[in-house]
């Protein structure tokens, strides 16, 4: 369920320019389609950690190439456009440089084809190419992958609970970086948001 709070950035853009900049710095040239494929996770695992929230207000949709912001697709068909230098949420800023850090080593082929098999993807798709990627779909997928389930196992398609954690599909305990705070005595603690699993609904019955 989509959460009524408002995205945490303002602009599609200032998350597309960070990726760019990011990039940049570590001496990268960012594809496009990477582009889009980094924006994708990061607006799923956002939603994941922060109850449906959206990352930024952005729409994706199922391009037989993978998933695409059409606006920024658009925007940046070209060349980059100007943008003006908005800094982010220190809270964007560290939630997008943990994406970066767990998917950012890939290429963007390797991303496009491990997403092509992400049912949030793939059941877009196959209802009608270039269709809407809900956030729903997203994060009952990307919300449901847990670490502690046997490796290689996966739920029947359509049933996104408990998808066991992969490479391909890694668990958000494994994306997001813990933020380092206080406890009473001082020491410092890592902190990970509480991300429960997604209740059943009462028509499915018992396992």
């Known amino acids: 369920m989509t959460s009524m709070r408002p995205p945490l950035l303002d602009s599609?853009?200032?998350?597309?320019?960070?990726?760019?900049?990011k990039a940049l710095n570590e001496?990268?040239?960012?594809?496009p389609?990477?582009?889009?494929?980094?924006?994708?996770?990061?607006?799923?695992?956002?939603?994941?950690?922060?109850?449906?929230r959206l990352l930024a207000p952005a729409v994706f949709i199922a391009d037989p190439a993978g998933p695409l912001e059409p606006n920024i697709y658009r925007a940046?068909?070209?060349?980059?456009?100007?943008?003006?230098?908005?800094?982010?949420?220190?809270?964007?800023e560290q939630f997008l440089d943990s994406i970066w850090r767990r998917f950012g080593v890939h290429s963007a082929e390797h991303l496009s084809k491990v997403i092509r098999k992400h049912p949030p993807y793939a059941d877009a798709l196959d209802a009608d190419?270039?269709?809407v990627i809900t956030i729903e779909s997203m994060v009952a997928f990307y919300g449901n992958i847990r670490p502690d389930?046997?490796?290689?196992?996966?739920?029947?398609?359509g049933d996104h609970r408990n998808t066991a954690h992969s490479a391909d599909a890694p668990a958000i305990e494994t994306v997001i970086r813990p933020r380092v705070m206080?406890?009473?005595?001082?020491?410092?603690?890592?902190?990970?948001?509480?991300?429960?699993?997604?209740r059943k609904s009462v028509t499915d019955g018992e396992d």
């Open 33 to 52: 389609q990477k582009l889009h494929r980094l924006m994708y996770l990061a607006q799923a695992y956002f939603a994941v950690a922060n109850h449906g």
């Open 182 to 198: 206080r406890s009473q005595s001082g020491k410092p603690v890592n902190v990970l948001p509480w991300t429960p699993k997604t």
């Open 149 to 157: 389930r046997a490796p290689g196992l996966r739920s029947p398609k």
């Open 12 to 21: 599609t853009f200032d998350e597309a320019k960070w990726f760019q900049d």
């Open 76 to 92: 940046f068909e070209n060349e980059r456009p100007w943008i003006s230098d908005e800094k982010v949420p220190p809270l964007a």
């Open 129 to 131: 190419p270039r269709s």
């Open 27 to 31: 001496r990268e040239y960012l594809q």
